[in-house]
């Protein structure tokens, strides 16, 4: 899909009116937006957009059947993305395309943080256990960066994604596991420079075969 379709049809059906404010919604920088005038916008843009607004995704990438989808109204639809959340060891998929969309009440989001923020993931490994189980999704607000309470983050660290309790003191970060199995990391010096937090971990589902 060529930019400038991309974008007219996006100022049309919103209040973006400047590229700026689309790369802000889309959470890129200047350079994101000039790949995608070149080569053209990745497909996981449309999904934002239609997430965040209410649009029809369709309409977004082809201009054709309804703006908006019906059956939206008081309800917004988070990004589940590929990027998975380790809760135990090993290499993992860090990848953030957005793969689906998860129907939530908005007024229910919204008591827990700003909608737009979150995202889907889905977790692997025991070491949340029972907590959070392999292949559980968590809810996760990518807003909230500062370590409170005992809630479970997801966390960047050199090997990928992972998802734990934090703990923080002078010069040194904890991190815990839920699973007794686990022993807690301790992060020291540029071990704690380099971790990321992603966000905080909201709500998790949890499904039964």
């Known amino acids: 899909m060529q930019f400038e379709d991309f974008f007219q049809r996006v100022a049309r059906a919103t209040e973006i009116n400047t590229q700026r404010q689309l790369a802000d919604i889309l959470g890129v920088g200047a350079t994101a937006i000039t790949l995608a005038k070149k080569r053209g916008v990745p497909a996981s843009w449309s999904l934002k957009i239609a997430s965040v607004f209410g ?6 990438q082809t201009g054709k059947g309804p703006v908006y989808q019906a059956g939206r109204e008081g309800t917004f639809f988070v990004p589940r993305v ?3 959340a380790c809760a135990g060891g ?3 998929d860090v990848r953030d395309n957005i793969v689906d969309e998860i129907p939530f009440a908005t007024d229910w989001l919204r008591k827990k943080g700003h ?5 889907l993931m889905e977790v692997m490994g025991d070491s949340m256990s029972p907590e959070l189980e392999e292949g559980d999704n968590i809810l996760v607000d990518l807003g909230q960066k500062k370590i409170t309470g005992r809630s479970p983050f997801v966390l960047g660290l050199e090997e990928g994604l ?3 309790r934090v703990e923080s003191a002078p ?4 991190l815990l596991s839920t699973n007794p199995r686990y022993s807690s990391i301790t992060l020291h010096g540029d071990e704690v420079d380099s ?10 589902s949890r499904e039964y075969s």
């Open 55 to 60: 649009i029809n995704p369709n309409w977004i």
């Open 82 to 84: 590929s990027a998975r």
């Open 90 to 92: 090993g290499s993992l």
């Open 115 to 119: 909608p737009e923020n979150l995202v």
């Open 162 to 164: 992972q998802v734990k």
């Open 171 to 174: 010069g040194i970060v904890i």
């Open 195 to 204: 971790l990321r937090i992603v966000g905080r971990v909201l709500w998790s």
